[in-house]
């Protein structure tokens, strides 16, 4: 009778994963055949576009990866997701707005032209500027909104918190609304980062641009990544940040500032969001009180996609999100409409196939 016990409720679990394996199969079957029809049954696209998708991809990627990463660090102190985070990096973006606004107000005649500003002037300093008021803004909207939304709910179920983060996400949505109205504001670059501009390629025959935009994206994205990464693993800061993520509790009674560790964290992130918010409109050039919802959602399902609570999954994820956003419509035979929705399907199969993600969860003892 045991025996029988244990078979029959064994069987639900064998046929999901029976359907696992099936699926999984027959995507994979898909791509195969998708990839050899695109690149040598058929080709759709020569190698100079396939370049072309390559670099938004990855720059795209970069910027995903910043905003991954501040989820991942809440998540793998608090266990929660925030899912006003993306809203953060609309803040941020703002702030480099109104720096670049601002400056290319302020005259700075030279010898050449004598009607020069400041932010074509000086675009080193422009840029540096922007990055940093955007990240401080960031920072002190994070900071608040653990403050405000999050600390008071701290010992509340887990469900709790999430709905108090949609709340605040819609919050700040309506307060960025109000404040800066619902039109699309053009991100003003200096001139030597206009948009469209950069090194010519040649590929198969044609030119393709890398665009300074871009390059200046990818690099810092990638330098503020190796960082936060030394941060995390080199500092006291961070060896604090990884006790209280292990272990609240024992890490109070060793003398660590539980509260002011989690405070500091969320300045981190909401500092990271600042700096992609900033990203985004110098390589794209739109801001407006929206600007951070998709992009946080798809840094999300990037999080997801790498492993939740894990920072180098997390960069994985994020560039691994961005390329796939830009090459698999054209792989796949989709319109490049559908993008967004070939993301999501992403965080869909993953959930389905691998809920840890690629490099696995950072899991601790109090979570398991």
Do not use: C
């Not at 660590?256 to 900033?278: H, M």
């Amino acid at each position: 009778m045991e025996k029988t016990a244990v078979h029959k409720a064994s069987m639900p679990v064998n046929t999901y994963r029976l359907i696992q394996i099936v699926l999984g199969v027959v995507f994979s079957a898909y791509v195969i055949w998708r990839f050899y029809d695109v690149f040598i049954g058929n080709p759709a696209y020569g190698a100079d576009t396939w370049m072309r998708f390559a670099i938004s991809g990855v720059v795209l990627g970069s910027v995903y990866a910043l905003v991954a990463i501040g989820y991942t660090l809440v998540y793998g102190i608090l266990f929660m997701i925030n899912f006003a985070h993306g809203d953060i990096m609309m803040i941020g973006a703002f702030g480099g707005y109104f720096v670049f606004e601002a400056l290319k107000n302020i005259p700075s005649p030279t010898v050449g032209d004598p009607h020069q500003v400041f932010l074509n002037a000086h675009p080193i300093i422009s840029v540096i500027l922007a990055f940093v008021v955007g990240m401080i803004v960031a920072a002190v909207s994070g900071y608040f909104l653990e403050k405000i939304a999050y600390r008071p709910l701290r010992n509340a179920p887990r469900l709790v918190p999430l709905i108090s983060a949609i709340g605040a996400s819609i919050f700040l949505e309506n307060a960025a609304l109000l404040l800066f109205g619902s039109q699309r504001r053009d991100f003003v670059n200096p001139v030597q980062l206009t948009r469209g501009t950069g090194w010519n390629i040649p590929v198969n025959g044609t030119t393709v641009i890398l665009p300074y935009t871009g390059v200046l994206t990818f690099v810092l994205s990638v330098l503020i990544l190796i960082a936060l990464y030394l941060l995390v693993q080199r500092t006291r800061i961070g060896r604090a940040m990884r006790a209280v993520a292990e272990n609240k509790s024992t890490a109070a009674l060793m003398g660590i500032d539980v509260d002011g560790v989690i405070s500091r964290t969320f300045i981190i992130s909401g500092a990271l969001a600042g700096a992609a918010g900033v990203m985004w409109g110098i390589h794209l050039g739109l801001v407006y009180y929206q600007v951070g919802f998709i992009p946080g959602i798809k840094a999300f399902t990037a999080a997801v996609l790498g492993g939740i609570g894990n920072i180098p999954g997390a960069m994985l994820g994020g560039m691994f999100l961005g390329i796939i956003e830009a090459l698999g419509p054209a792989i796949l035979g989709l319109p490049f409409q559908l993008k967004d929705v070939l993301a999501f399907g992403i965080l869909v199969l993953i959930l389905i196939f691998r809920p840890t993600g690629l490099l696995g969860e950072v899991l601790s003892e109090e979570k398991v």
